[in-house]
């Protein structure tokens, strides 16, 4: 075992950026689906992508009866789609997983698998009357503008997304789909220095926030023993508008690694919540316990799947998800590595014989 | 079987938590069932019998868990914040008892309402379990408890918390008390994790891979003043469901429950169920699909912690459930 | 048209299902029926073994009512599927008790429902049926969860114009039967599994245990999609008569919807391309996610008023579906499979 967290290098650094840079929106998760491949595959034994898009890989462990653990990390962000053109040759579009439609005004986007910057802008403010202003936004009022040559260069059925490109200040890091691609990061570096004592089952999944459509069927192909799904979890820990204590924070930044007790899709197994706590406190890994409610992981399809498998969720705390720019901080990302390389390498079956609870 | 219902409602075991309520079902079971095992979700399988030419693999399920709340928050002053574990609603909260599996008990209180004509929701509530500060506070994120209300009889009614679902499990257990000849495979399953959406269930019955199955669960009533439309009393006999809010229910396997039915000339109630669900939903979309009856006892103030039901409906529902199993079963061919 | 004047509500097909068996008898193999009442229909294909199969799933549900209680001498109901409440008050019922009773969907006066309901749409807990029979007669004759049709006769407006209730799905019902009917006098490679799904409005549930049970390769659902009509908007709404739908979306495998669209183009059958960001709402979602997976497509025509008992359709958008998907698996070649990769 490790006594300190492990050293980030740049190299990790670069992934997650060239990951977050890309554009993968839940059903279009190609560009993310060529970078995991090229990164993973010649360090996994075999790999396969399957009828919905997942990246389903094998890392053999060490003796024949190495537990099999399935880890997924979904390549989907949410983003929106591009449903027509109106007369005028602006695009009506739709958004693709939860994004609140007041975060989508004043926004830059990119359209396409050629990467058409596109804005979605809405009617000067001068000229809205206040009744106006105090009005929900409608998402059929807004429009992609591509600028007069561009329209009619995007296509219905092109998916968007935020055009934000990856910027790393010390400690923090923003950038866009930081849900999921700082998993998807997690992962690959978990492929590349697999603990040897179990077999490892890797599924970057599609259609998360959809869903969690690719989980499902990745599971039923994998048919692990357990599983643990990595992901992004929000940290709302901003102040209350009236100075109250913030009691709906569900996580915060630079707090270490976020274990799922319970979301709203999953009763986490007891029995790998008290493993990964015990492997924390005796390494003096720093963690949080998410603030149970909704919200749900890939786990949530995982731990339904087949007979049944004993499933935890570990998250990255980050802050304005599935919003044009996320903040996470390097040392949350580093603790989870550190976290769950640990808790694996320390998995043998008694923890499965144990009671569930 | 009153003394069974007791000592089953007074288990604590929210879902996902169900080793409390798991043990004390295998004491109960243990000379009566061919084997017992608990799978990766908590679910308690048992089988009973072998298949005859003229029998089929039927899977009875009962969930054994219960609603219940978790902790999402410890304030500065040591009050507890909570999330609901389960379908129920804020206003059957304010003023009741909690008891947590870690043993610390406590008492639902609320902020003060800006509008006292509105009730409260989830936010506005906590718990108060008697500590002065946050440290002095024996509970951490992610911590459930159960709420609490004594066992009590009413005349023919009985009343407590988690009459949803141990009555089932009682139905279930008495049943396979007075079993005595099938000639089908029966896996008595005791579900896990039904009150946050049927997970249990769906893995189980991928497991067994039965022909039918059998959802044994409670149901609501319409005979309580200005209430629902629905036509189940209470009183008058068990509830054979024609749907409910996710499934419809195989026509064949509603005339099989209502011609044994009336072939005992034992009164039952058919049910529409337009708000809640069951178990069945999950199993029926196992596999290549499965054929799933709903059999629930009527109940009044399911989800509040004083539910009721009419104690001879419950005697009922067991001779009607051991009648489905006890003979072969013929279902109108499609 | 003779598919429209039959029952068939969710979770209670069996009416309908008789008569695509006799369709599809002399036109499949054999036909069998699925633990949940699907009927699944094989057509084997002449390819050498292990021979690659598609699945083709339309669903012969149709949504409808069923009483939930009597009280005085009127009918209470609830709806099975999304049944529209607004084509509801006046509309002629047949309750299938003990035997068939006449019945109409009768709406209380303003003084007999909640205060403050005024103009708006009346919810379905608040609306009753009206046979004009006393109680206990209703008593002897019906009793909860009988099954509740719309009476509303099939209209034929012109040639090719129909309208009547289910054509969701029945339209695409005929659709298969056409399909199968032009396979019929060909030899195609890969096997054929024509499935009559039920309880898609109840979930899709049907579909996707139909889905584990046969595992085929490939999966093409055919439902309806919105026709352009007054009121609906501008965008994900097709001309009635201008052809079938595409999917292009999340639930369906991009390399199905380049295929379909190469061949319609090629055969010159009129097409749009059908965006669908998420869910379909068809049996598509659930084919897509069965066991370890499916590629899927779905291929719908366009109807307008849907969940009414005046659902409108061209006839010609159904023949066009139907030979669409007979041309697509005659040209199917052994190692299409292979060829349906994501091109990342």
Same mark, same amino acid.
């Given at each position: 075992?490790?006594?300190?967290?492990?050293q980030?290098?740049?190299?990790?650094?670069?992934?997650?950026?060239?990951?977050?840079?890309?554009?993968?929106?839940?059903?279009?998760?190609?560009?993310?689906?060529s970078?995991?491949?090229?990164?993973?595959?010649?360090?996994?034994?075999?790999?396969?992508?399957?009828? +919905?898009?997942?990246?389903?890989?094998?890392?053999?462990?060490? /003796?024949?009866?190495?537990l !099999? *653990?399935?880890?997924? $990390?979904?390549?989907?962000?949410?983003?929106?789609m591009?449903?027509?053109?109106?007369?005028?040759?602006?695009?009506?579009?739709?958004?693709?997983?939860?994004?609140?439609?007041?975060?989508?005004?004043?926004?830059?986007?990119?359209?396409?698998?050629?990467?058409?910057?596109?804005?979605?802008?809405?009617?000067p403010?001068?000229?809205?009357?206040?009744?106006?202003?105090?009005?929900?936004v409608?998402?059929?009022?807004?429009?992609i503008?591509?600028?007069?040559?561009?329209?009619?260069?995007?296509?219905?059925?092109?998916?968007i997304?935020?055009?934000?490109?990856?910027?790393?200040?010390?400690?923090?890091?923003?950038?866009?789909?930081?849900?999921?691609?700082?998993?998807?990061?997690i992962?690959?570096?978990?492929?590349?220095?697999?603990?040897?004592?179990i077999? +490892?089952?890797?599924?970057?999944?599609?259609?998360?926030?959809? /869903?969690?459509r690719?989980? !499902? *069927?990745?599971?039923? $192909?994998?048919?692990?023993?357990?599983?643990?799904?990595?992901?992004?979890?929000n940290?709302?820990?901003?102040?209350?508008w009236?100075?109250?204590?913030?009691?709906?924070?569900?996580?915060?930044?630079?707090?270490?690694?976020?274990?799922?007790?319970?979301?709203?899709?999953?009763?986490?197994?007891?029995?790998?919540?008290?493993?990964?706590?015990?492997?924390?406190?005796?390494?003096?890994?720093?963690?949080?316990?998410?603030?149970?409610g909704?919200?749900?992981?890939?786990?949530?399809a995982?731990?339904?799947?087949?007979?049944?498998?004993?499933?935890?969720?570990?998250?990255?705390?980050?802050?304005?998800?599935?919003?044009?720019?996320?903040?996470?901080?390097i040392?949350?990302?580093g603790?989870?590595?550190?976290?769950?390389?640990?808790?694996?390498?320390?998995?043998?079956?008694?923890?499965?014989?144990?009671?569930?609870? | 079987?009153?003394?069974?219902?007791?000592?089953?409602?007074?288990?604590?075991?929210?879902?996902?938590?169900e080793?409390?309520?798991?043990?004390?079902?295998?004491?109960?079971?243990?000379?009566?069932?061919?084997?017992?095992?608990?799978?990766?979700?908590?679910?308690?399988?048992?089988h009973?019998?072998?298949?005859?030419?003229?029998?089929?693999?039927?899977?009875?399920?009962?969930?054994?868990?219960?609603?219940?709340?978790?902790?999402?928050?410890?304030?500065?002053?040591?009050?507890?914040?909570?999330?609901?574990?389960?379908?129920f609603?804020?206003?059957?909260?304010?003023?009741?008892?909690?008891?947590?599996?870690?043993?610390?008990?406590?008492?639902?209180?609320?902020?003060?309402l800006?509008?006292?004509?509105?009730?409260?929701t989830?936010?506005?509530?906590?718990?108060?379990?008697?500590?002065?500060?946050?440290k002095?506070?024996?509970?951490?994120?992610g911590?459930?408890?159960v709420?609490?209300?004594?066992?009590?009889?009413?005349?023919?009614?009985?009343?407590?918390?988690?009459l949803d679902?141990?009555?089932?499990v009682?139905?279930?257990?008495?049943?396979?008390?007075?079993?005595?000849?099938?000639p089908?495979?029966?896996?008595?399953?005791?579900?896990?994790?039904?009150?946050?959406?049927?997970?249990?269930?769906?893995?189980?019955?991928f497991?067994?891979?039965?022909?039918?199955?059998?959802?044994?669960?409670?149901?609501?009533?319409?005979?309580?003043?200005?209430?629902?439309?629905?036509?189940?009393?209470?009183?008058?006999?068990?509830?054979?469901?024609?749907?409910?809010?996710?499934?419809v229910?195989?026509?064949?396997?509603i005339?099989?429950?209502?011609?044994?039915?009336?072939k005992?000339?034992?009164?039952?109630?058919?049910?529409?169920?337009?708000?809640?669900?069951?178990?069945?939903?999950?199993?029926?979309?196992?596999?290549?699909?499965?054929p799933?009856g709903?059999?629930?006892?009527?109940?009044?103030?399911?989800?509040?912690?004083?539910?009721?039901?009419?104690?001879?409906?419950?005697?009922?529902?067991?001779?009607?459930?051991?009648?489905?199993?006890?003979?072969?079963?013929?279902?109108?061919?499609? | 048209?003779?598919?429209l004047?039959?029952?068939?509500?969710?979770?209670?097909?069996?009416?309908?299902?008789?008569?695509?068996?006799?369709?599809?008898?002399?036109?499949?193999?054999?036909?069998?029926?699925?633990?949940?009442?699907s009927?699944?229909?094989?057509?084997?294909?002449?390819?050498?073994?292990?021979?690659?199969?598609?699945?083709?799933?339309?669903?012969?549900?149709?949504?409808?009512?069923?009483?939930?209680?009597?009280?005085?001498?009127?009918?209470?109901?609830?709806?099975?599927?999304?049944?529209?409440?607004?084509?509801?008050?006046?509309?002629?019922?047949?309750?299938?008790?003990?035997?068939?009773?006449?019945g109409?969907?009768?709406?209380?006066?303003?003084?007999?429902?909640?205060?403050?309901?005024?103009?708006?749409?009346?919810?379905?807990?608040?609306?009753?049926?009206?046979?004009?029979?006393?109680?206990?007669?209703?008593?002897?004759?019906?009793?909860?969860?009988?099954?509740i049709s719309?009476?509303?006769?099939p209209?034929?407006?012109?040639?090719?114009?129909i309208?009547?209730?289910?054509?969701?799905?029945?339209?695409?019902?005929?659709?298969?039967?056409?399909?199968?009917?032009?396979?019929?006098?060909?030899?195609?490679?890969?096997?054929?599994?024509?499935?009559?799904?039920?309880?898609?409005?109840?979930?899709?549930?049907?579909?996707?245990?139909?889905?584990f049970?046969?595992?085929?390769?490939?999966?093409?659902?055919?439902?309806?999609t919105f026709a352009?009509?007054?009121?609906?908007?501008?965008?994900?709404?097709?001309?009635?008569?201008?052809?079938?739908?595409?999917?292009?979306?999340?639930?369906?495998?991009?390399?199905l919807?380049?295929?379909?669209?190469?061949?319609?183009?090629?055969?010159?059958?009129?097409?749009k391309?059908?965006?669908?960001?998420?869910?379909?709402?068809?049996?598509?979602?659930?084919l897509?996610?069965?066991?370890?997976?499916?590629?899927?497509?779905?291929?719908?025509?366009?109807?307008?008023?849907?969940?009414?008992?005046?659902?409108?359709?061209?006839?010609?958008?159904?023949?066009?579906?139907?030979?669409?998907?007979?041309?697509?698996?005659?040209?199917?070649?052994?190692?299409?499979?292979?060829?349906?990769?994501?091109?990342?």
């Amino acid at each position: 075992m490790r006594n300190s967290a492990p050293q980030l290098n740049n190299e990790i650094i670069g992934l997650v950026e060239s990951l977050t840079n890309a554009s993968g929106i839940s059903g279009g998760e190609g560009e993310v689906r060529s970078i995991v491949v090229s990164q993973i595959k010649s360090h996994v034994d075999n790999h396969h992508v399957d009828a +919905l898009g997942n990246v389903l890989a094998l890392r053999k462990g060490e /003796g024949k009866d190495a537990l !099999r *653990v399935m880890l997924s $990390a979904h390549m989907d962000e949410v983003g929106g789609m591009i449903l027509d053109i109106d007369q005028d040759g602006f695009h009506y579009f739709d958004v693709i997983g939860k994004v609140d439609k007041r975060q989508l005004i004043g926004k830059s986007v990119l359209v396409g698998t050629d990467h058409l910057p596109g804005v979605i802008g809405c009617k000067p403010i001068h000229l809205t009357k206040p009744h106006e202003m105090r009005q929900p936004v409608e998402i059929n009022d807004l429009r992609i503008d591509l600028s007069p040559e561009g329209s009619g260069k995007a296509h219905p059925g092109d998916r968007i997304s935020f055009s934000t490109r990856f910027t790393r200040n010390g400690a923090v890091m923003l950038a866009k789909a930081l849900d999921d691609r700082l998993g998807v990061a997690i992962l690959i570096d978990l492929v590349k220095h697999a603990p040897e004592n179990i077999e +490892l089952l890797a599924a970057f999944t599609v259609q998360e926030e959809i /869903g969690l459509r690719g989980a !499902r *069927v990745a599971a039923y $192909a994998l048919n692990p023993q357990l599983a643990i799904a990595l992901d992004a979890t929000n940290a709302n820990e901003m102040p209350a508008w009236d100075d109250s204590e913030n009691i709906y924070y569900n996580s915060k930044i630079g707090h270490g690694p976020v274990i799922y007790v319970a979301d709203g899709a999953t009763i986490c197994d007891p029995r790998l919540v008290r493993h990964a706590i015990t492997i924390a406190e005796r390494l003096g890994i720093p963690y949080q316990l998410r603030q149970p409610g909704t919200g749900g992981t890939d786990a949530g399809a995982i731990h339904k799947s087949r007979s049944g498998i004993p499933s935890l969720t570990i998250s990255i705390p980050i802050r304005n998800i599935h919003t044009p720019i996320s903040i996470t901080h390097i040392d949350d990302f580093g603790n989870t590595i550190w976290l769950v390389k640990e808790m694996l390498a320390s998995l043998d079956r008694s923890l499965l014989t144990s009671e569930r609870a | 079987m009153k003394s069974l219902i007791k000592k089953l409602v007074e288990t604590n075991s929210p879902s996902g938590y169900e080793s409390a309520i798991r043990a004390v079902i295998k004491a109960e079971l243990i000379n009566l069932v061919d084997d017992v095992q608990t799978d990766a979700l908590g679910n308690l399988i048992t089988h009973k019998g072998e298949k005859a030419p003229d029998g089929l693999r039927i899977m009875v399920a009962a969930h054994m868990d219960e609603i219940g709340v978790m902790a999402t928050h410890i304030d500065d002053n040591g009050f507890v914040r909570f999330t609901p574990i389960g379908g129920f609603l804020p206003h059957t909260c304010y003023g009741g008892r909690v008891h947590f599996i870690n043993g610390t008990r406590g008492v639902i209180g609320r902020e003060k309402l800006q509008d006292i004509e509105k009730v409260p929701t989830f936010d506005q509530l906590f718990i108060d379990v008697g500590a002065e500060s946050k440290k002095d506070c024996p509970l951490k994120i992610g911590d459930i408890a159960v709420f609490e209300r004594p066992f009590t009889e009413l005349q023919n009614r009985i009343v407590a918390k988690a009459l949803d679902n141990r009555i089932g499990v009682a139905v279930v257990i008495e049943t396979l008390r007075k079993l005595q000849k099938t000639p089908h495979e029966i896996h008595f399953v005791f579900t896990a994790q039904e009150e946050v959406g049927g997970r249990g269930a769906t893995a189980a019955a991928f497991g067994i891979d039965p022909d039918i199955a059998l959802v044994i669960d409670l149901t609501g009533c319409g005979d309580t003043p200005k209430g629902s439309h629905k036509e189940v009393r209470l009183g008058k006999g068990p509830a054979i469901a024609v749907r409910d809010n996710m499934m419809v229910v195989d026509s064949r396997i509603i005339k099989w429950m209502t011609k044994t039915a009336d072939k005992i000339h034992l009164p039952y109630q058919l049910e529409i169920l337009e708000r809640g669900w069951t178990d069945g939903h999950a199993i029926q979309i196992t596999r290549a699909g499965v054929p799933t009856g709903i059999l629930s006892t009527p109940a009044r103030y399911i989800h509040s912690p004083s539910e009721m039901v009419d104690y001879r409906d419950v005697e009922k529902s067991v001779i009607l459930l051991q009648n489905l199993l006890s003979n072969p079963i013929k279902l109108d061919l499609q | 048209m003779g598919l429209l004047k039959v029952p068939g509500l969710s979770g209670y097909e069996k009416p309908v299902r008789l008569l695509i068996e006799d369709a599809w008898r002399p036109l499949v193999d054999c036909l069998s029926i699925s633990k949940l009442g699907s009927l699944h229909g094989y057509k084997a294909g002449n390819g050498n073994l292990p021979r690659p199969s598609i699945l083709i799933s339309t669903h012969m549900d149709a949504i409808g009512l069923l009483v939930t209680g009597l009280t005085g001498g009127y009918i209470r109901f609830t709806k099975i599927g999304q049944v529209d409440p607004r084509s509801l008050p006046g509309q002629g019922v047949t309750i299938h008790g003990r035997k068939s009773v006449p019945g109409v969907i009768v709406m209380p006066p303003a003084r007999l429902l909640p205060p403050g309901y005024g103009e708006k749409p009346v919810e379905i807990q608040y609306l009753l049926i009206d046979t004009g029979l006393p109680h206990e007669t209703l008593e002897n004759t019906i009793r909860v969860g009988d099954l509740i049709s719309f009476s509303q006769q099939p209209l034929q407006l012109t040639d090719d114009i129909i309208a009547g209730h289910s054509l969701d799905n029945r339209a695409s019902v005929a659709a298969l039967t056409l399909c199968l009917e032009e396979l019929h006098s060909h030899s195609p490679v890969w096997d054929v599994w024509a499935v009559a799904s039920t309880q898609e409005e109840e979930g899709g549930v049907g579909a996707y245990t139909s889905g584990f049970q046969l595992k085929p390769d490939l999966a093409i659902a055919i439902d309806v999609t919105f026709a352009h009509s007054p009121g609906t908007p501008d965008t994900g709404t097709f001309p009635l008569g201008g052809g079938v739908t595409i999917g292009w979306g999340a639930s369906i495998h991009p390399g199905l919807t380049a295929a379909f669209r190469d061949l319609a183009d090629r055969l010159e059958i009129p097409y749009k391309l059908e965006i669908i960001p998420h869910r379909s709402g068809t049996d598509a979602d659930g084919l897509q996610m069965t066991a370890e997976g499916i590629p899927c497509m779905l291929i719908s025509i366009p109807i307008r008023y849907m969940h009414t008992p005046v659902e409108m359709v061209n006839m010609r958008d159904i023949h066009r579906a139907g030979r669409l998907l007979a041309e697509f698996i005659i040209q199917l070649t052994p190692n299409f499979m292979e060829q349906l990769v994501w091109k990342d």
